[in-house]
């Protein structure tokens, strides 16, 4: 149970991707590209919740902390210190 909570976790990830750099290349209609976008969002939503029932609070908090962009940035800071 604990890979597929990691899995979903991970797969989260990949509609909101799509949102931001696939859809709006995309040769359809505005109406089209919103009903996609949104549809991606709840089903990266409904992933992401998911796993988090499947992981528990504790781990899906400590991946979270991982993946923050300010977390990213001290590590890429203090990396280049070096």
């Not at 990266?44 to 609070?57: D, P, T």
């Amino acid at each position: 149970m604990q890979k597929l909570g990691l899995f979903l976790f991970i797969v989260s990830f990949l509609p909101w991707l799509a949102v931001l750099f696939v859809v709006p290349f995309l040769p359809l209609d505005l109406t089209q590209k919103t009903t996609l976008s949104v549809v991606l969002a709840v089903v990266a939503e409904v992933c992401f919740w998911i796993s988090v029932v499947l992981l528990g609070k504790e781990v899906v908090t400590k991946y979270r902390r991982y993946l923050n962009p300010r977390y990213l940035w001290k590590k890429i800071r203090s990396f280049n210190r070096r």
